[in-house]
């Protein structure tokens, strides 16, 4: 089957038609005539030694992709779906029964294992006949009776407006636990949307728009792309048949061309790799209705190579670097529309090679590049995965030692075999169970699936993490971490400390810097900087348990605790002493370090801009009223005085060693942070002078501190005990430039 629906090449019938081919090579069937396939059903043979003429196709299909499937649970699901529907008529006038048989034979060309179609033969018979769960049980076993159930209950669900959010959320955690219940499910919503036009336009358009806030973007997210292309194709037939109508005929006047650029490329493309030894097909693969919509919207008139795009099949993943490399050397690339879905696979399992070459006249040809394999997950998606609970399908061997070794990969009871489950269904799972209530999940879910772009960030580590366009860090810090995100306090992105609310691109590398606080708390702030569902909900989570608080990322700003924090606010203000001897009476202020001058009788003042401390190499200016100031040698104020003229003057320390500096302290806003910093300076011995807590910009907080240490010497372990302090990033000596030096 066609990941992209085949455009006909003269108008024909109001809806698009699609799913003609399985894995884009086999030959087009003509689609099956429901009145006859509804006679077949009743008039066809079901003798227990044969397979009724009805499930014929689907037999067909099924064989195609699983040649040694064991094909008696289809006859007897088969014959049990038709005597229980038997007398029942659908609105369109054929029998029931070519409903089940249609969405199976959907099913079975998408490449869906026997289990699947045995249960989709039967997902109307709960529902709408007497026949019981346990009768499916006890005929086809429990895994049968999960999935009929799993979408009868999808069947109950009104996906519209007044859609009950914890029925929608039951829905969707059955299909977390087995996506073979959706992949029925959208089969189930194709036959219909292709059968649609005998119901009331009124009702058409309703269920079309469901189709496109709902069940569309499901499809993309597991990865169905088969499916979803056609879907989108009868939505955008039934809810702008204008724009559809043009669309039909813009497909029409091109296949009418005597010439196709597209198959020109096609030919050389499959010159250049006969010459290359590289085997693979070349083909043509036409872009769906909505697909060539959205490209003459954007650019207007459209030429030849804007109706399609080539797709090459070959066996090895190596040789889809092969083929682009040969295509690159050849042919004119188009370097900014490369792309590496196979290194880098998209959130739904699609791995690609996308590339595009330019032709002389100036038209540009979009490649893809895949192999065999990539092209059935590309159009089946999850359905393409099989059974997964399913045993591992390696035999059993022997190791290196001898030893002899179980199958590769054999899952315990109750886990799955095949661990590649879409990510965005992981993390559904994870999230919805963190909702604090229905409405919440039903809103951040419907904001989910208009997120139709991911993009991929790295850790340091080299693992990846899948994020919606338009991610922050506050959305990394809940993919990668959960709940214990509360406690990130900042991040680097490619090297570089960010913000949290700092926007990741594609190819981003992501280190988040956690605190070691136990109590530490998400910022209300964050709500605003958060676009994926797991981030808002945990953090939504957390406020509601926690009225009061929110206030993580500001500091000192009433949330706070500890005996510094009264003593300091944000602005300038005298701090309480730090260190005070065990009597509780005011500890002796050390004297400041003594500075011998070349100047005698002269008074002496260290500069605030610098701060000297011994051993710093310093020297001296003379200032008004005969002060010398004192500045270390680096000081940015002892270049400006000395471009004006200002002569030095000899200064040198003296032998007391206590002393006074301003260190500055970058840090990300927490919780209880000043008293935490205020704590490791009072243990280095050091006492504070004053302080000043800039208000906090993007939950970055800039402190300032004068403090008095009685040795000079401590001054780096001082340093080193305030960057230790968590939501500390760097402390520096105070370089600012002091007016009137």
């Known amino acids: 089957m066609s990941a992209e629906a085949t455009n006909p090449a003269t108008p024909g019938p109001a809806a698009p038609t699609a799913l003609t081919a399985t894995a884009g090579r086999r030959k087009s069937r003509p689609r099956i005539d429901l009145r006859r396939l509804g006679r077949a059903a009743l008039l066809g043979p079901a003798a227990r030694d044969r397979l009724p003429d009805a499930i014929g196709h689907v037999v067909e299909a099924h064989r195609a992709h699983h040649p040694d499937a064991d094909l008696e649970p289809l006859r007897r699901a088969y014959v049990l779906a038709e005597s229980s529907h038997r007398g029942q008529m659908r609105k369109s006038g054929e029998p029931y029964i070519t409903h089940p048989l249609a969405v199976t034979l959907i099913l079975a060309e998408l490449g869906a294992e026997t289990t699947t179609l045995t249960a989709s033969l039967l997902h109307d018979t709960v529902e709408d006949t007497e026949v019981t769960l346990e009768q499916v049980r006890e005929q086809f076993g429990e895994e049968v009776r999960y999935l009929v159930d799993g979408v ?53 358009a309703r269920i079309a728009k469901v189709t496109r806030d709902v069940l569309i973007p499901l499809a993309e997210r597991l990865g169905v792309q088969a499916l979803k292309t056609e879907l989108e194709d009868l939505v955008f037939a039934i809810l702008h048949p204008e724009e559809y109508r043009h669309t039909r005929e813009l497909i029409a006047e091109n296949a009418a061309r005597s010439v196709d650029p597209l198959a020109e490329v096609a030919d050389e493309a499959r010159g250049v790799l006969r010459e290359a030894g590289i085997p693979a097909e070349v083909l043509i693969r036409p872009r769906h209705f909505v697909s060539v919509h959205r490209r003459a919207r954007r650019r207007g008139q459209l030429r030849g190579t804007d109706f399609g795009r080539l797709l090459v099949l070959v066996n090895e993943d190596a040789d889809c670097y092969g083929v682009l490399g040969e295509l690159h050397t050849c042919m004119t690339p188009v370097v900014s529309e490369f792309k590496d879905f196979i290194a880098v696979p998209k959130f739904n399992l699609y791995q690609s090679l996308h590339t595009a070459v330019a032709r002389p006249d100036g038209q540009v040809v979009e490649v893809l590049i895949r192999t065999h394999q990539m092209h059935k997950v590309a159009e089946a998606g999850v359905v393409a995965l099989g059974n997964p609970y399913a045993p591992a399908t390696d035999t059993p061997g022997t190791d290196a030692t001898g030893t002899d070794t179980p199958a590769a990969d054999a899952p315990a009871d109750g886990e799955r075999a095949d661990p590649t489950r879409p990510g965005w269904l992981s993390r559904l799972l994870d999230w919805q169970r963190a909702a604090p209530d229905p409405d919440t999940f039903w809103c951040t879910l419907r904001e989910d699936l208009a997120q139709d772009r991911e993009i991929t960030v790295f850790r340091p580590d080299g693992g990846t993490l899948g994020l919606p366009e338009g991610a922050t860090c506050v959305d990394a810090a809940y993919a990668q971490y959960g709940e214990d995100a509360h406690a990130c306090i900042g991040a680097r992105v490619n090297g570089r400390l960010a913000t949290l609310s700092t926007v990741l691109g594609d190819g981003d590398t992501v280190q988040l810097l956690m605190g070691q606080d136990p109590a530490s708390e998400p910022s209300r702030e964050w709500l605003e900087h958060a676009h994926t569902a797991a981030a808002r909900i945990a953090i939504q989570r957390w406020l509601t348990a926690h009225p009061g608080g929110g206030t993580g990322g500001e500091a000192a700003h009433g949330g706070s605790t500890g005996a510094a924090d009264g003593a300091i606010r944000a602005g300038t203000a005298e701090a309480a002493p730090a260190a005070r001897p065990a009597d509780g009476a005011p500890a002796a202020r050390p004297r400041r370090a003594d500075v011998l001058v070349d100047r005698p009788g002269a008074a002496v003042r260290l500069a605030g801009c610098c701060t000297p401390v011994p051993p710093d190499e310093i020297t001296g200016f003379a200032v008004r009223g005969g002060v010398v100031t004192v500045h270390r040698g680096e000081c940015a104020a002892v270049v400006d005085m000395k471009s004006r003229g200002r002569a030095e003057i000899g200064v040198r320390w003296g032998d007391t060693t206590e002393c006074r500096v301003t260190l500055v302290a970058e840090s990300f806003g927490r919780p209880h942070l000043l008293a935490d910093l205020t704590e490791a300076i009072a243990l280095e011995g050091a006492e504070i002078v004053s302080a000043t807590v800039e208000p906090p910009s993007q939950q970055r907080v800039r402190h300032t501190y004068t403090l008095e240490l009685p040795d000079a010497a401590r001054l780096p372990a001082l340093m080193r005990a305030m960057r230790d302090v968590p939501g500390v990033y760097d402390v520096s000596r105070a370089q600012h430039q002091a007016p009137g030096s």
């Open 152 to 204: 009868t209950k999808l069947e109950k669900v009104d996906y519209g407006a007044a859609a009950e959010p914890e029925t929608f959320r039951k829905m969707l955690v059955a299909t977390g636990n087995d996506v073979r219940v959706m992949s029925i499910k959208l089969a189930d919503r194709l036959h219909n949307m292709r059968t649609l036009g005998v119901m009331r336009p009124e009702k058409q």
